[in-house]
């Protein structure tokens, strides 16, 4: 069955630094997603990728994190200087139309330890 | 804002018993809402997902029912095994939006 496969599956980092976690979305897929999960809390919605810009970001999304998809396969997600409370689990998701139609497809996560 | 609520937060049960999750959501306008699975350090994995215009989904042992208009969402599980210990979520999307609104989930354990 078809996979999102996500890297690095735990990174640690200093306060600071920049990260990039990366993820193959399943081939056919056309809509791309970020989700994070803090720890014991909800899975909270980041930003949506079509056509390659993004369509749609939550309000966590601000101007330290950006998506890329730099060719054709990879889609990542960078954080410029992470920060203690970008501690989380980052899930990258995929479909193959739009939300309301299809089944999002989610990989096993990125967990990024920020010390 | 949407808010989606899961209850119980944790639910221990015998194998063989069966069981049913809550989940309700304040803004009714939703477009579907899906059911997940989540194990221990590991992704969401899909399991139901039911349009605003469906009651119900089936899948082997789950039932998923939907009434929109109270805003509620139940997850019924047929005959429960160990292997369905896990946390479920229950996620909700919207017209006009790409994203999913999700609850905390509730972690079931099905005891030997």
């Known amino acids: 069955e078809p996979e999102v496969t996500q890297t690095p599956s735990h990174q640690v980092t200093q306060m600071g630094q920049e990260v990039i976690l990366r993820c193959v979305p399943i081939s056919n897929h056309l809509y791309f997603y970020w989700y994070r999960q803090i720890l014991g809390q909800k899975v909270e919605f980041l930003v949506s990728?079509?056509?390659?810009?993004?369509?749609?970001k939550s309000e966590i999304f601000d101007d330290q994190f950006s998506v890329e998809r730099p060719d054709g396969s990879n889609f990542t997600l960078k954080i410029r200087s992470t920060k203690l409370e970008d501690s989380a689990m980052y899930f990258c998701?995929?479909?193959?139309?739009?939300?309301?139609?299809?089944?999002?497809?989610f990989g096993a996560g990125s967990r990024l330890t920020v010390l | 804002k949407q808010e989606v609520t899961q209850i119980p937060a944790a639910l221990s049960v015998p194998e063989g018993e069966n069981l049913v999750l809550n989940c309700s959501f304040t803004d009714s306008a939703i477009y579907n809402l899906q059911w997940f699975r989540q194990d221990p350090g590991k992704g969401l994995t899909s399991l139901l997902l039911?349009?605003?215009?469906?009651r119900e989904q089936t899948s082997g042992r789950l039932n998923a029912s939907l009434d929109k208009s109270s805003g509620r969402s139940t997850l019924y599980i047929a005959a429960s095994q160990p292997g369905d210990s896990a946390t479920y979520l229950c996620?909700?999307?919207?017209?006009?939006?790409?994203?999913?609104?999700f609850g905390k989930g509730t972690k079931l354990t099905v005891n030997p």
């Open positions: 996620a909700v999307t919207q017209g006009g939006s790409e994203k999913l609104v």
């Open positions: 039911i349009q605003s215009s469906q």
């Open positions: 998701a995929s479909s193959e139309n739009y939300p309301g139609a299809n089944v999002l497809t």
């Open positions: 990728f079509y056509n390659n810009e993004i369509s749609e």
